[in-house]
């Protein structure tokens, strides 16, 4: 195995900062790689091969530490570099060495890396789950003031740091656990990746998730909202058609809605693949539902409901900027009503759970129906239901509008 051990070269000019570089021997071939780093000759330990304390600011004195810990970093990549290699049992020269250090340092900082997983969600068509990583990397890029952050520099210091941040922002906890929880998937890649030894940076930060306030409907609400007339003004009747076909369809999600394709409408059987988790469900297709399409001009492009309605370069773009009005005029509905709880397009798959739950449905079929397969107790617990029981549940449900 290879050892590295950290150098200090002065300045050929009095009481200038001298570099500091790390020394590799491997197969009796010798090889130095320079440090970003410059210190004072009186700042050194070569016995200890080490910065030390003592300077005469405040600030000196926090640099030189940010110093001792980057050399340690440092080390410690080279450290792994090896390791990864040795393992390999393949034949390595010093040179391969420094040349991992040197991409290590250009490709694996937290923003790059992440910048990566991102583009992958997205080339395998995990589109929305490239739209949170993506939040979250502006979020935390945000908090650094736009300075990125080698991977192996994340700490618990960094990430308590970066909770606090906000918390004093008034950040609810179960965005703030959000966050967390993807720069923590993020991380863990790296490590499962062989980049990164795990330093667990992640073990005082909160990545759990808090009961959040009731966004449910009941069951009168819905009906009165179904039954607003809304002929006058036509943004607000779209918007809450889109709601009432979420509810309609068991609180089907707004991106799965709008690139549903016409094929997938078969023999009164609606058959679809949620994007969020891959699982395919089949819905019974009724004549209410069948009652709000008609209201509109049939759709001339492959999907079958009236939101994506003409091409574009980014539809990803397009529903969700149709999304964002939708939400808008649903908050007009909110007002006009004197609704108190936020109306948006995701309390339709509240409210479907909450009344099916009233209805006296079981709870497996509820989870079923709406494809919780991330209640893995429930889901082990139960296996697969039949579709038609599924289907009845809706039915009860659209007979009480």
């Not at 040197?102 to 900082?109: A, D, I, Q, T």
């Not at 819905?283 to 009652?291: L, N, R, S």
């Not at 999907?303 to 808008?328: C, D, F, Q, S």
Request: glycine share 4%.
């Amino acid at each position: 195995m290879a050892s590295i051990k950290v150098k200090f070269r002065p300045s050929k000019i009095t009481d200038r900062e001298g570099s500091i570089y790390y020394q590799i021997i491997h197969e009796r071939c010798v090889r130095h790689i320079a440090s970003r780093y410059r210190v004072l000759p009186s700042e050194w330990c070569d016995r200890r091969a080490t910065v030390i304390a003592g300077a005469t600011t405040p600030e000196r004195e926090q640099h030189l530490r940010s110093i001792r810990e980057g050399i340690h970093c440092d080390v410690e990549r080279l450290t792994v570099i090896i390791r990864k290699f040795d393992r390999s049992g393949r034949i390595y020269s010093i040179e391969d060495v420094a040349e991992e250090f040197k991409r290590f340092r250009e490709e694996y900082s937290l923003f790059n890396f992440m910048e990566r997983v991102i583009d992958k969600l997205r080339a395998n068509g995990k589109i929305r789950t490239s739209e949170t990583y993506t939040a979250a990397l502006r979020s935390f890029r945000h908090f650094r003031q736009g300075r990125d952050i080698m991977l192996d520099r994340l700490s618990t210091a960094i990430m308590e740091e970066y909770e606090a941040w906000h918390t004093r922002r008034g950040i609810q906890p179960n965005t703030i656990s959000f966050y967390n929880r993807i720069l923590r998937a993020v991380y863990n890649r790296a490590v499962e990746e062989e980049v990164i030894e795990n330093r667990y940076p992640f073990r005082h930060v909160y990545t759990g998730v808090d009961k959040t306030v009731k966004r449910a409907l009941p069951l009168s609400i819905i009906r009165k909202i179904n039954n607003l007339d809304l002929s006058g003004v036509p943004a607000m009747a779209y918007a809450r058609d889109m709601f009432m076909l979420s509810f309609m369809l068991r609180g089907m999600s707004f991106i799965d809605m709008a690139f549903l394709r016409k094929s997938d409408l078969r023999g009164g059987r609606l058959t679809y693949r949620r994007r969020k988790t891959g699982q395919t469900l089949v819905v019974a297709w009724t004549p209410e539902m069948q009652c709000i399409v008609d209201r509109y001009p049939q759709n001339a492009m492959e999907y079958l409901l009236p939101i994506i309605r003409k091409p574009a370069e980014n539809l990803h773009t397009v529903y969700r900027n149709i999304g964002y009005n939708i939400n808008h005029n649903l908050r007009k509905i909110a007002y006009a009503i004197g609704l108190s709880v936020p109306f948006t397009l995701y309390v339709a798959r509240h409210s479907w759970a909450s009344v099916a739950r009233a209805k006296g449905i079981p709870l497996s079929v509820i989870s079923e129906g709406m494809g919780h397969d991330s209640e893995a107790t429930t889901q082990i617990y139960l296996a697969s239901l039949d579709a038609s029981a599924i289907d009845r549940a809706n039915s009860l449900i659209l007979r009480s509008l």
